[in-house]
């Protein structure tokens, strides 16, 4: 992966923007939301970390590689992207500002909660999930589902391809909410006659 990645550039330009003077002292009146933002900042740059780190292990590298190694890689990168969703969240929340996953983020929640996060209680107890173990490697693994009728279907789950539509997805919402926050503290510094700043 090229570092730094854009996620990590985008961070970094949110974290200068909040602890910009008097920015910082104005959000930091509010406990809980300056709790909120900093936390969920923090969450955001670790889960990139992680996401990252799950990259850069190229499938050809010699690693120990066990059916509990392969579960540890799955369950790591669909948690990391699942946090990383939910820090994108909270950012927003913290700012006040309307956000949506959109379809591609949530498709990877639902894999995630179908796969690891609650596979034998999905949908109160009317869908029921299973990683076929000898499909498991660290690319990904196939999935099946079943209802309480006794339907079933499979899904092959690529986690390089879902990590990678997960960045496209979280740069292009950094991105925009930089954007949004630059715009409305241009409007409110004009609104009060002052230059306005970053």
């Not at 200068?16 to 930091?28: C, G, Q, S």
């Not at 850069?56 to 990391?80: F, I, K, N, S, W």
Request: aromatic share 6%.
């Amino acid at each position: 992966m090229a570092y730094p990645s854009p996620i990590r550039v985008l961070e970094s330009e949110l974290r200068d923007w909040v602890n910009e003077p008097p920015r910082r002292d104005t959000l930091a009146r509010d406990p809980h939301r300056w709790g909120k933002l900093c936390s969920a900042m923090d969450l955001l740059g670790d889960t990139q970390l992680a996401i990252e780190a799950f990259l850069d292990v190229h499938p050809d590298v010699e690693v120990e590689d066990t059916d509990g190694d392969r579960y540890l890689v799955a369950y790591g990168a669909l948690q990391a992207m699942f946090l990383q969703q939910d820090a994108l969240c909270h950012i927003h929340e913290a700012f006040e500002i309307d956000f949506q996953l959109g379809e591609t983020l949530t498709r990877i929640r639902e894999i995630r909660n179908d796969s690891i996060g609650h596979p034998s209680n999905r949908k109160d107890g009317r869908t029921f999930h299973f990683i076929v173990r000898v499909s498991l490697s660290r690319q990904g693994f196939d999935l099946i589902s079943r209802d309480a009728t006794g339907e079933s279907s499979l899904e092959s789950v690529n986690l390089i391809q879902l990590t990678t539509q997960q960045q496209d997805a979280i740069t292009a919402a950094l991105s925009q909410l930089l954007s949004t926050l630059r715009r409305t503290h241009a409007q409110t510094m004009s609104g009060h006659g002052e230059q306005p700043g970053r």
